[in-house]
């Protein structure tokens, strides 16, 4: 007898080999190959080359020494580098923080920024323990836009007064104020009018370089305006003022007891508050467009928010500034063909040596070029654009973007986004709360048929439809096509139901339960079980008296004469035809 071959099953089974060296799945570039070795140390030099003006020129927006931005540009290479979270996002000090920073130190002193910082980093690890770091991804696009904006308004105008060498004023409305007088000022100096000149010339770099051919535009455009402005800067009868730059070593300093203590004053806690709130999701936000540029390993929220802790903590100690992940350098990795950590880690080595081996080199920096630089990153910040593409796109948030802009640059930038969050929340709230509604009346019967979501921010135009209803006497109510019905809106249909059946009127209720087979009222033909439910506002409960004029089913409402349905009264057919969209339903 022949044996019959057994059918082959078909198996499919995904095995994931691994190096023995390196872990890391076939076809993975680690920093041991070759090939990306070499990427990332070009790519490294690309990013120091374009975080170098950026350190000293955010540094000089802050109002502090520009070896405390070299400091903090070092910490987010060496160290933020090497801890989990992204592996393609660079950290350092941060446009969008130079304004609050310069707002901090005024009012707190220099020597409180260490402080600050150090609370700022402690804050982050918390929230990163607490894995919260995903709840930034909460948060609406709108209040994004609107907080970047708020942030880029500001610092432009603070900037333009260092274009030409003169001391902004403080806050963004004071600055706009004293525009014209600044612009007279200048007018009337030479030196002035010089700054303005090749500040000027750098903010139209920075937007042109771009379109430069293509061996040109690979050098960063701050670079080269740092690079030709330190050339003009030199020339005879160019009167500039000038970075002053010491000694790395001497800008740290380890904060002590006494500003330890100044963290128990309220107002800096506040700027703690501040500070972890928008270092936070500029880093969050950050990680996510930086995650949309390749096709590597994606960002891990809550490690990553811990990683900056680390180094925010550390800077701290340090005296330095905030630090945060920065799209322009994150993004100039990336497209440097960055593979690895390694490219961010020896950022911060060149960054490091520079500021060891060649801080001469910058005291031949006009501060003018570094505020047309910092205007051109606010005017990236601002990107007037935006809101008319929000308004075409969505007239509710792009209303909520233009609030959190100008709630930031009138107050602050915490109570500008809180604004702006309230906002969004409330255009969310009244979004799903809408509800339409139809009623049909033909002498004294009625019909009502909802459908939406019926919560308290309804309530007045639910009082008014129920209020249009009074005094019939059959009123029939379908609300079964309603989504969600809040306790205050269920309040106000019941006790308006149990009000007209204590003038005599015939009233059947049918609440969104109905719909669900919970708690449905009973129909007269449907036989009476000592089990049955029987809901307080239904026209047959067992204790209700009986009246020949009620209306018979939920599905029926009588005519005044008694001789069969409303022509109009359909009830949950009605109902569906609502809510599909065939029946007209004016919005409430």
């Given at each position: 007898?022949?044996?019959?071959?057994?059918p082959?099953r078909?198996?499919?089974?995904t095995?994931?080999?691994?190096?023995?060296?390196?872990?890391?799945?076939?076809?993975?570039?680690?920093?041991?190959?070759?090939?990306?070795?070499?990427?990332?140390?070009?790519?490294?030099?690309?990013v120091?080359?374009?975080?170098?003006?950026?350190?000293?020129?955010?540094a000089?927006?802050?109002?502090?020494p520009v070896?405390?931005?070299?400091?903090?540009?070092?910490?987010?290479?060496?160290?933020?580098g090497?801890?989990?979270?992204?592996?393609?996002?660079?950290?350092?000090?941060?446009?969008?923080?130079?304004?609050?920073?310069?707002?901090?130190?005024?009012?707190?002193?220099?020597?409180?920024?260490?402080?600050?910082?150090?609370?700022?980093g402690?804050?982050?690890?918390?929230?990163?323990?607490?894995?919260?770091?995903?709840?930034?991804?909460?948060?609406?696009?709108?209040?994004?836009?609107?907080?970047?904006?708020?942030?880029?308004?500001?610092?432009?105008l603070?900037?333009?007064?260092?274009?030409?060498?003169?001391?902004?004023?403080?806050?963004?409305?004071?600055?706009?104020?004293?525009?014209?007088?600044?612009?007279?000022?200048?007018?009337?100096?030479?030196?002035?009018?010089?700054?303005?000149?090749?500040?000027?010339?750098?903010?139209?770099?920075?937007?042109?370089?771009?379109?430069?051919p293509?061996?040109?535009?690979?050098?960063?455009?701050?670079?080269?305006?740092?690079?030709?402005?330190a050339?003009?800067?030199?020339?005879?009868?160019?009167?500039?003022?000038?970075?002053?730059?010491?000694?790395?070593?001497?800008?740290?300093?380890?904060?002590?007891?006494?500003?330890?203590?100044?963290?128990?004053?309220p107002?800096v806690?506040?700027?703690?508050?501040?500070?972890?709130?928008?270092?936070?999701?500029?880093?969050?936000?950050?990680?996510?467009?930086?995650?949309?540029?390749?096709?590597?390993?994606?960002?891990?929220y809550?490690?990553?928010?811990?990683?900056?802790?680390?180094?925010?903590?550390?800077?701290?100690l340090?005296?330095?500034?905030?630090?945060?992940?920065?799209?322009?350098?994150?993004?100039?990795?990336?497209?440097?063909?960055?593979?690895?950590?390694?490219?961010?880690?020896?950022?911060?080595?060149?960054?490091?040596?520079?500021?060891?081996?060649?801080?001469?080199?910058?005291?031949?920096?006009?501060?003018?070029?570094?505020?047309?630089?910092?205007?051109?990153?606010?005017?990236?910040?601002?990107?007037?654009?935006?809101?008319?593409?929000?308004?075409?796109?969505?007239?509710?948030?792009?209303?909520?973007?233009?609030?959190?802009t100008?709630?930031i640059?009138?107050?602050?930038?915490?109570?500008?986004?809180?604004?702006?969050?309230?906002?969004?929340?409330?255009?969310a709230?009244?979004?799903?709360?809408?509800?339409?509604?139809?009623?049909?009346?033909?002498?004294?019967?009625?019909?009502?048929?909802?459908?939406?979501?019926?919560?308290?921010l309804?309530?007045?135009?639910?009082?008014?439809?129920?209020?249009?209803?009074?005094?019939?006497?059959?009123?029939?109510?379908?609300?079964?096509?309603?989504?969600?019905?809040?306790?205050?809106?269920?309040?106000?249909?019941e006790?308006?139901?149990?009000?007209?059946?204590?003038?005599?009127?015939?009233?059947?209720?049918?609440?969104?339960?109905?719909?669900?087979?919970?708690?449905?009222?009973?129909?007269?033909?449907?036989?009476?079980?000592?089990?049955?439910?029987?809901?307080?506002?239904?026209?047959?409960?067992?204790d209700?008296?009986?009246?020949?004029?009620a209306?018979h089913?939920?599905?029926?409402?009588?005519?005044?004469?008694?001789?069969?349905?409303h022509?109009?009264?359909?009830?949950?057919?009605?109902?569906?035809?609502?809510?599909?969209?065939?029946?007209?339903?004016?919005?409430?």
């Amino acid at each position: 007898m022949a044996r019959h071959a057994r059918p082959a099953r078909s198996r499919t089974r995904t095995r994931i080999r691994t190096s023995a060296r390196t872990g890391a799945p076939p076809g993975t570039r680690t920093p041991a190959e070759p090939g990306t070795l070499v990427t990332d140390v070009v790519a490294s030099l690309v990013v120091f080359l374009v975080a170098l003006p950026l350190c000293i020129g955010v540094a000089a927006a802050s109002g502090v020494p520009v070896e405390l931005g070299i400091v903090s540009g070092i910490i987010g290479g060496l160290v933020v580098g090497f801890l989990p979270g992204s592996s393609l996002q660079v950290s350092g000090p941060a446009a969008g923080l130079a304004a609050l920073v310069l707002e901090a130190v005024g009012a707190h002193g220099l020597a409180m920024l260490g402080p600050i910082v150090l609370a700022t980093g402690v804050l982050q690890i918390v929230l990163g323990v607490l894995r919260m770091g995903r709840f930034f991804q909460a948060i609406s696009v709108s209040v994004v836009g609107g907080m970047l904006a708020g942030i880029g308004l500001p610092l432009m105008l603070g900037q333009t007064y260092a274009l030409v060498d003169s001391a902004q004023r403080g806050s963004a409305l004071k600055n706009a104020a004293g525009l014209p007088d600044l612009l007279s000022r200048t007018l009337a100096s030479q030196a002035a009018t010089q700054a303005l000149l090749l500040g000027g010339a750098t903010v139209v770099l920075c937007f042109v370089w771009k379109k430069a051919p293509a061996p040109l535009s690979k050098v960063p455009a701050p670079l080269v305006a740092v690079a030709l402005g330190a050339a003009v800067a030199s020339l005879p009868g160019v009167q500039v003022k000038k970075v002053v730059f010491g000694s790395l070593g001497d800008a740290v300093r380890l904060p002590g007891a006494e500003q330890l203590a100044g963290l128990a004053d309220p107002a800096v806690l506040g700027v703690v508050v501040t500070f972890t709130v928008i270092a936070s999701a500029e880093s969050l936000f950050s990680a996510a467009a930086v995650d949309r540029m390749h096709t590597g390993p994606r960002t891990r929220y809550n490690p990553e928010l811990l990683s900056q802790g680390v180094g925010n903590t550390l800077a701290g100690l340090a005296g330095a500034l905030p630090l945060t992940a920065v799209i322009a350098r994150s993004s100039a990795n990336v497209q440097a063909g960055a593979r690895t950590k390694l490219s961010r880690i020896l950022h911060g080595g060149w960054l490091l040596g520079f500021g060891l081996l060649l801080p001469g080199v910058l005291g031949l920096v006009p501060v003018c070029v570094l505020a047309g630089i910092l205007v051109h990153s606010g005017w990236k910040l601002l990107d007037p654009g935006q809101f008319p593409r929000m308004w075409r796109k969505d007239r509710g948030e792009g209303v909520v973007m233009a609030v959190t802009t100008v709630a930031i640059v009138v107050a602050n930038l915490l109570e500008g986004v809180l604004v702006g969050l309230a906002v969004a929340v409330l255009l969310a709230a009244v979004r799903m709360s809408r509800l339409t509604a139809e009623t049909t009346v033909e002498g004294d019967s009625a019909l009502l048929v909802m459908s939406g979501n019926a919560t308290f921010l309804r309530l007045p135009q639910l009082t008014a439809t129920l209020e249009s209803l009074a005094g019939r006497e059959r009123v029939q109510m379908d609300l079964t096509g309603v989504t969600h019905l809040d306790l205050a809106s269920r309040a106000e249909v019941e006790e308006w139901a149990e009000r007209q059946r204590e003038r005599g009127a015939a009233v059947e209720l049918l609440l969104p339960e109905a719909a669900q087979g919970r708690d449905a009222p009973l129909r007269p033909d449907a036989p009476l079980r000592p089990d049955a439910p029987h809901r307080r506002d239904s026209p047959h409960r067992r204790d209700a008296p009986h009246r020949p004029d009620a209306p018979h089913g939920p599905d029926a409402l009588l005519r005044p004469d008694g001789e069969g349905r409303h022509p109009y009264a359909t009830g949950a057919a009605h109902a569906e035809q609502v809510r599909s969209g065939t029946a007209p339903s004016p919005r409430m």
